[in-house]
């Protein structure tokens, strides 16, 4: 059985800095478009970063603007999400999702971990 279980959440303050960790079981991470949505509460999801099923290609969200860097550790099965320079609009929670077909992610990825609480305050 296929679970993703996110990782590293937590609170912290304008400017700070965390990093997330998806781990994979049930299927090799390599072989999946992978990566982050995020929710804040009222919203909708909205990507924030994927690693490509193909080619390994990164794409970021347009709020990203340089602050957050997606990366991968194959021997571990595992995604992370380095998140620096937080704003509070970087509220939410954060999704590891991966999809067997897509190139990338989308809203309506195969799987979805449980989510993990980010919550940054000004």
């Known amino acids: 059985q296929v679970h993703l279980v996110e990782s590293g959440g937590g609170l912290v303050q304008t400017g700070g800095s965390l990093r997330l960790s998806c781990a994979a079981s049930?299927?090799?991470?390599?072989?999946?478009?992978r990566g982050w949505f995020r929710q804040a509460p009222g919203k909708e999801r909205e990507l924030v970063a994927t690693?490509?099923?193909?080619?390994?290609?990164?794409y970021y969200g347009d709020f990203v603007k340089g602050r957050f860097t997606i990366s991968s550790d194959n021997a571990k099965n595992t995604i992370y999400l380095q998140m620096n320079s937080l704003k509070p609009e970087d509220t939410a929670v954060y999704y590891c999702?991966?999809?067997?077909?897509?190139?990338?992610?989308?809203?309506?990825?195969?799987?979805w971990g449980q989510g993990t609480q980010v919550t940054v305050s000004s």
């Open positions: 049930g299927l090799t991470f390599s072989g999946y478009a």
């Open positions: 999702t991966a999809d067997s077909r897509r190139t990338i992610i989308t809203s309506t990825s195969d799987y």
């Open positions: 690693i490509t099923r193909n080619s390994d290609t990164v």
